[in-house]
């Protein structure tokens, strides 16, 4: 199930950035509004919420479950910065660090 949703994650992004490239905003906010709706709301999220609540803290089900929900999170917010630019700042600030993580500042402070 989670490599499911990485997948389509991919598909996601990649028609995310085509659609920037060519300047088409209506294509980028339907792809990402079906993606939230459709494929995480309606589908992924209902199910993986019973794994989330009944799996030990440690077992490999719930650890797939969150970094798929984080991944899915890093890509979104990346996605939406060049439309939502402070909510996506605040997001990204938000988030909780850990050594994988890549160090990318989307501030307008870092682009010195």
Same mark, same amino acid.
């Given at each position: 199930m989670d490599r499911w949703v990485l997948h389509r994650l991919q598909e996601v992004v990649r028609r995310v950035r085509e659609a920037y490239g060519l300047y088409q905003f209506h294509v980028v906010y339907t792809t990402l509004y079906n993606f939230c709706t459709v494929d995480l709301s309606a589908f992924y999220l209902d199910i993986l919420k019973d794994r989330l609540y009944t799996s030990k !803290? *440690? /077992?490999? !089900?719930?650890? /797939? @479950? +969150? $970094? @798929? #929900? $984080? *991944? %899915? %999170?890093? *890509? #979104? &917010?990346q996605l939406l910065a060049p439309i939502l630019t402070f $909510? @996506?700042?605040? &997001?990204? +600030?938000a988030l909780p660090s850990y050594p994988a993580r890549p160090r990318v500042s989307i501030s307008p402070s870092s682009r010195r």
């Open positions: !803290a *440690a /077992s490999p !089900a719930r650890r /797939s @479950a +969150q $970094t @798929a #929900m $984080t *991944a %899915l %999170l890093e *890509a #979104m &917010v $909510t @996506a700042e605040e &997001v990204w +600030q």
